[in-house]
């Protein structure tokens, strides 16, 4: 039955994939002053909240974990730090992109670009510290998953006055009509796929931790050399 | 204020250790000063009278940078010295509380944290020509709390590594993207204090006390769970 949902739920995706294309490609207007180009905003702006939905996601379940000491929590957190990691990657992309056609230049160092990076990179050093702490780094790695969602406010603060205190140069359009159901259609539609994506992750975790404990076990009784 | 004097008690004895030893304070100020020196290099231009002079805009970044690099050399040896003797048990097994214990070891590198940058600011004001020390209140709070921030967060981390095969390298990676804020606040309000903005540093100045707080409460509460076992 779950089976048959989650399939269900895919299905809904790809379709919903296909859908936001059209919407993208056919129905939202060009923009005047970015043409073609503005079109890939669509799919930025999705990949950005799931970025900022993961991170937190870490951070809850990294702090649960940390409070309750159980390994499930770690799972969920396992997962959403690396789909994090994969969001980022997508909103630096396609922001890169963005940002030739906008401004001319591939990076630059305005605001909410330099928070996304910084966020992407706070999940990077926390796939690091899982990858290479050894035993025992899910608590060091969870440690790193409450304070970088704690740090989140604080880097969103810091770095925006720290911009502001400099003439922006940046133009962000004032979304009307079609453009804002685009806009936030695709939202919704990377809110399934980041939580299709999440489910499988934490199974694929937690299948692994059990296959740990088993050898382990069978270790200690002898089964196994 | 038993409390404060465990605290006290920890922050003596790694002070004694070190002042013994010389091993950390040393080569982190020596550390801090050949950054400096080296950025020089980086930043220096002819100015018209034909003199070498560095680009004004950059000596805050010098400040910060060299103090952060130091104090990440610091905070690994300092606790390295408590699990190479496995003296950590010990501290744990003590009747202090274990606050206390974490407050300890945080002042104790925010003590050496404030020896380098007793070498390091006066060189920057002494080499750069910074005029930093025209607001000596402004200035002397910034570098307070932002050493606060530094030596709470990276105990923390530190403390977490001890046990780790590869804390050395782990150590910048995880204490880098939390620091970032504070970095900012830090490097924006000794430009602010150079260009004789005090207002734009006294924001800074309060921004960093709400960093510190954040951080002091979420890392004692992770100290205790991460740490002890």
Redesign the interface.
């Known amino acids: 039955m779950k089976r048959a949902i989650y399939l269900a739920a895919a299905a809904a995706c790809i379709a919903g994939f296909a859908g936001t294309l059209y919407l993208i490609f056919y129905v939202t207007p060009i923009d005047r002053l970015l043409l073609f180009n503005q079109k890939i905003f669509y799919y930025h702006i999705g990949a950005a909240w799931m970025l900022l939905v993961a991170v937190l996601t870490c951070g809850v379940a990294s702090l649960l974990y940390l409070l309750k000491r159980q390994s499930r929590h770690d799972d969920v957190a396992r997962a959403a730090g690396e789909l994090s990691v994969l969001f980022g990657a997508i909103v630096l992309v396609t922001g890169s992109i963005w940002g030739k056609a906008a401004w001319d230049v591939w990076w630059d160092w305005e605001a909410r670009l330099t928070i996304s990076l910084l966020l992407w990179m706070t999940m990077v050093a926390y796939m690091l510290v899982r990858k290479y702490g050894g035993p025992g780094s899910e608590r060091m790695a969870a440690a790193l998953g409450v304070f970088g969602a704690i740090n989140v406010p604080l880097v969103y603060f810091s770095v925006s006055i720290w911009r502001t205190l400099h003439p922006q140069t940046s133009v962000v359009p004032g979304l009307r009509g079609s453009m804002r159901v685009g806009m936030w259609s695709c939202v919704a539609l990377f809110g399934v796929f980041y939580v299709l994506m999440l489910i499988p992750r934490i199974q694929a975790a937690r299948n692994e931790r059990r296959l740990t404990e088993l050898r382990e076990q069978a270790l200690d009784a002898g089964i196994i050399q | 204020m038993d409390f404060l004097r465990h605290v006290a008690t920890i922050a003596g004895k790694d002070l004694r250790v070190e002042l013994r030893s010389r091993e950390i304070i040393f080569n982190m100020a020596f550390f801090a000063a050949m950054i400096v020196v080296l950025f020089s290099f980086a930043f220096l231009k002819e100015a018209k009278s034909g003199l070498m002079v560095v680009v004004a805009e950059v000596t805050p970044g010098f400040v910060w940078i060299a103090v952060l690099f130091s104090a990440t050399i610091g905070m690994g040896r300092a606790f390295d010295r408590e699990r190479e003797s496995d003296t950590m048990r010990g501290l744990l097994l003590s009747p202090a509380p274990r606050a206390a214990i974490f407050l300890g070891k945080a002042a104790g590198l925010f003590l050496l944290m404030a020896m380098v940058e007793v070498v390091v600011v006066p060189m920057v004001w002494l080499f750069f020509g910074s005029p930093l020390f025209d607001d000596p209140v402004a200035m002397g709070s910034l570098v307070v709390l932002a050493t606060a921030g530094v030596a709470v967060?990276g105990s923390?981390?530190a403390a977490?590594?001890m046990?780790?095969?590869?804390r050395d390298?782990?150590l910048p990676?995880?204490l880098y993207?939390?620091l970032?804020?504070l970095f900012?606040?830090a490097i924006?309000g000794t430009s602010a204090i150079l260009g004789d903005m005090p207002d734009?540093a006294w924001?800074w100045i309060r921004?960093l006390l709400?960093?510190d707080a954040?951080?002091v409460v979420?890392a004692l509460w992770?100290f205790e769970?991460?740490v002890i076992e």
């Not at chain 2, 046990?163 to 590869?166: F, P, Q, V």
């Open positions: 967060i923390v981390f977490m590594l046990r780790t095969r590869a390298v782990l990676v995880v993207p939390i970032v804020p900012i606040a924006k734009d924001f921004f709400v960093y954040l951080f979420t992770t769970s991460v």
